[in-house]
C-alpha cells in the first residue's frame, strides 16, 4: 500500500496540518530542519539507523547513522559558531557530492545561518556574481575548487571564511583558508540549536532568468511540511527503503529530496560521487539495493541510449518505485522504464522556487505516459489566459502554469530583487514561466517555457549571461544564446556569434570560445554548437530577436517579423 | 600513438583540471571519476575532431569511451585514416 493511498480521496479535506502533525509541529513552536532531520530522528529511537551510505569515486566507501549525522552536524554547527558566524549570515556549501555537503547543510541549518549551496563546477565568473548578490561570509569547500575561490577572493570583501574540508597539508593555506576535517575533529554531542521559527531563513537557491543575473531564491524553514510530506506521498519512501536521489545538492532536487526530504522522514539514503555511466548506475543499485530511485529524463534517455542488454547483466529487482524531475518526460522513457525496470518513472513537476513539487503522477493513480500529472493535494494550479492571467474554463487550451502561493515551500524572496519577485505575480497567481494544457481528465501536459530560459538537462540557463560571457572573448563582436533541441537533454545551448574585425571563423576559435564559457559559467552553459554569423537579427531598436533565432533551430513558424531591422 | 597519448593527455590537464589538482595518468578515470563530466565531453570530443581530423558518430561517444586516456585513444585509433 503506498503512502498517499488514494489520490482522489487525499484531495477531500486536505489540510498541511497532516504534515504537521506527523512531525509533532504546532504553529509558533521553533522548527529548525536540522534538528528535524538527525536529532529527531535519534530521539525517535532510530539513531543507530543509517542515514547515508555514500560512495566516491575509485569504490570508497562511507557509512553514517542518524546519531553520526547528528554529532557531525552539530561538530561543523559548533565550528562555524566559533569562527563568529551568526543567524541569517550566509554560508555557501560548494563541493562536489561529499558527506561533508549533506551534513554541512544541516550544521548550517542548525545555528541559524543561511545555507546557499553552489553547483561545485560553476565557474569563477558565476560563483562569483551568486557570493557578491548574497553577501556571502564563509564558503565550504574542498582544495580542489579552492582555487576558483582565489580568483575571486579582491573582490568580495563580505567573504571572510573559506573553509577547506579536505586540506592534507601539502601546499600553504592562503588568505582566508581555514582546514576543517570532519574525521579528525572532536565529535560535539550536544549544540545549542537556534530558535528558528517558521519564516526564519534557510536556504538560498540561485536560478536563471531571461535577463539580469542570476535570483536568489530564499526559503524558510517551514519548507519542511511541504518538502516532508511530498516525499511520502509522491516519492512514496516508506520505513525500510533505500533511496536515492541522484541530483546534486547544488540544485533544488537535490536539498529538498536528497537530503531535507528523505532525512526528515528517517530513510536510509545513498549517494554517488562520481561521474555518469551507465554500467556504475546499475551497479550501484544492485549493490546497495536501491528501492526508490528520483531521478531525471537526461539521465534515464542516457540509460536508454546505454541499451538493453545492459541492464541484464544487474540484479535490479530491489527497485520498487522510481520517480522523474527536471523537464518533461518522454513517453518512450516511461514505456522503456516500465520494459526494462518493469515500473515507470513517474513524472513529477516543480521549481526552486515552489521549493517542493507542485504537480505529479502519483504512486496508484493512472499514468498517461507525457503527462505531468495531477496538482500536488493543497496546491491550487490552474493554466491561465497569457493576455488576461484568468483560468482557462474550456480544457485543451494552452496557457500559463499558475499557482496559487500559500504552501508551505513557496520561496518568500529573491534575495536583494523585489521587482524580480513582484513580477512573477498576476491577479494572485505565482507564475511558473512554463505553458501547458489541461485534458478532460485534470492531467497536465507540458509544453515549454514562456521566456527564453535554457532548461539543459533539467537545469536552467540564461541566455542572457551566456551571451553577457561570451562578449568578453576577444574575438567576439555580439552574441545572441538560443536552446537547440538535443536527444539527450532535451534542449542545450547554441550561440551565434559575430567577429571582431581581424578575427577569422575557424573550428579552433569555436572550441576556444566553447572552453571560455565553460571554464568562466560552467559546463551546462557551454555552448555546444556555435554558429558565425554576419550579423544578428534585430529589432529597428536594436534590441536582439533571439525569437527569430529559436525558430529557426526548433523548426517553427518565425512569427511577426515586421519589427525587423532589416526587414 | 604514445605522442596521441601525451597530446590527450596533457589537452585533459590543461582544460579540465583545476590549479593544483592531484595530476591524472593515462588509466584514471575521467567520466566516472568526475573529472570531465557529461557536458564538457562535448568540448572533449570537439577537440578530438579537430585535432585529428575525424568524425566521431554520437553514438560512439559515450561515457565508457571516453573514461581514460587510454580508452580515448582507442576510440580515435577507430577513426583515423
Known sequence: ?567 | MDDVKDVILNYISGEYLEEGSDPITYDTPLISGGIVDSFSMVSLKRFLENRYKISIPDDEATPEAFDTVTKIVELVKKFVK
Not at chain 1, 532510530?46 to 575509485?58: M, P, Q
Not at chain 1, 536528497?258 to 528517517?266: D, E, K, L, M
Not at chain 1, 514562456?450 to 562578449?471: C, K, M, R, Y
Request: glycine share 8%; charged share 25%; with cysteine.
Open chain 1, 1 to 567: 500500500m503506498s503512502n498517499i493511498g488514494s489520490y482522489e480521496e487525499r484531495l477531500k479535506n486536505f489540510n498541511w496540518s497532516i504534515s504537521e502533525k506527523e512531525l509533532d509541529y504546532k504553529p509558533g513552536q521553533n522548527i529548525n530542519i536540522g534538528w528535524y532531520c538527525s536529532d529527531r530522528i535519534c530521539r525517535q529511537g532510530k539513531g543507530d539507523k543509517i542515514a547515508l551510505l555514500w560512495e566516491g569515486s575509485g569504490g570508497i566507501e562511507k557509512k553514517f547513522t542518524y546519531h553520526d549525522i547528528r554529532r557531525a552536524s552539530n561538530t561543523i554547527g559548533a565550528f562555524l559558531r566559533d569562527l563568529g558566524i551568526k543567524n541569517e549570515d550566509r554560508v555557501c556549501l560548494f563541493m562536489d557530492k561529499v558527506p561533508e555537503l549533506y551534513i554541512g547543510l544541516l550544521g548550517i541549518l542548525k545555528i541559524g545561518a543561511i545555507a546557499q549551496p553552489l553547483f561545485s563546477a560553476f565557474g569563477d565568473e558565476s560563483l562569483f556574481v551568486r557570493l557578491d548578490n548574497a553577501q556571502t561570509t564563509t564558503i565550504i569547500t574542498q582544495k580542489k575548487h579552492a582555487p576558483k575561490v582565489r580568483k575571486i577572493l579582491d573582490q568580495l570583501p563580505c567573504l571572510k571564511h573559506i573553509i577547506i574540508v579536505d586540506y592534507d597539508g601539502k601546499n600553504p593555506l592562503k588568505e582566508r583558508e581555514i582546514p576543517f576535517s570532519l574525521g579528525k575533529s572532536v565529535p560535539v554531542n550536544a549544540l545549542e540549536i537556534f530558535p528558528t521559527k517558521a519564516e526564519s531563513p534557510s536556504l538560498l537557491h540561485y536560478t536563471s532568468g531571461t535577463t539580469g543575473q542570476p535570483k536568489g531564491v530564499k526559503h524558510v524553514h517551514y519548507a519542511l511540511i511541504s518538502q516532508y510530506l511530498t516525499t511520502k506521498w509522491v516519492l512514496d519512501v516508506q520505513e525500510d527503503d533505500i533511496y536515492w536521489c541522484t541530483a546534486d545538492p547544488g540544485w533544488v532536487t537535490g536539498t529538498s529530496y536528497g537530503i531535507i526530504g528523505p532525512w526528515s522522514a528517517g530513510v536510509t539514503q545513498c549517494v554517488l560521487d562520481a561521474g555518469f555511466s551507465t554500467e556504475a548506475w546499475y551497479r550501484f543499485i544492485e549493490k546497495y539495493r536501491i528501492t526508490m530511485w528520483y531521478s531525471a529524463p537526461t539521465a534515464i534517455r542516457s540509460l536508454m541510449k546505454g541499451g538493453e542488454e545492459i541492464v541484464r547483466k544487474y540484479d535490479l529487482s530491489s527497485l520498487r518505485h522510481l520517480a522523474s524531475v527536471g523537464e518533461p518526460l518522454n513517453p518512450e522513457a516511461i514505456i522503456w522504464s516500465e520494459r526494462v525496470f518493469g515500473k515507470p518513472f513517474l513524472d513529477t513537476y516543480w521549481q526552486t522556487e515552489t521549493g517542493s513539487i507542485m504537480i505529479s503522477n502519483y504512486p496508484g493513480m493512472k499514468i498517461k505516459p507525457g503527462s505531468m500529472g495531477k496538482p500536488f493535494p493543497g496546491i491550487a494550479a490552474a493554466v491561465l489566459n497569457p493576455k488576461t492571467y484568468e483560468p482557462y474554463k474550456e480544457t485543451g487550451k494552452i496557457g500559463l502554469i499558475a499557482l496559487k502561493p500559500g504552501w508551505p515551500s513557496m520561496m518568500r524572496a529573491y534575495w536583494n530583487n523585489e521587482e524580480a519577485y513582484k513580477n512573477k505575480f498576476r491577479n494572485g497567481w505565482y507564475l511558473t514561466g512554463d505553458r501547458a494544457s489541461i485534458d478532460k481528465e485534470g492531467y497536465y501536459w507540458f509544453v515549454g517555457r514562456d521566456d527564453d530560459v535554457i532548461n539543459t538537462g533539467g537545469h536552467l540557463v540564461s541566455p542572457f549571461e551566456v551571451e553577457s560571457a561570451l562578449l568578453e572573448h576577444p574575438a567576439i563582436a555580439e552574441s545572441a544564446v538560443v536552446s537547440t533541441p538535443d536527444p539527450i537533454n532535451m534542449e542545450v545551448v547554441k550561440a551565434f556569434v559575430t567577429l571582431k574585425p581581424g578575427f577569422a571563423p575557424s573550428v579552433d576559435l569555436e572550441l576556444e570560445i566553447m572552453n571560455f564559457i565553460r571554464r568562466k559559467l560552467s559546463p551546462l552553459a557551454m555552448p555546444q554548437a556555435l554558429e558565425y554569423v554576419d550579423s544578428l537579427p534585430k529589432t529597428r531598436s536594436g534590441k536582439i530577436m533571439r525569437r527569430i533565432l529559436h525558430a529557426k533551430e526548433w523548426g517553427e513558424e518565425i512569427g511577426d517579423t515586421s519589427t525587423l531591422e532589416n526587414d
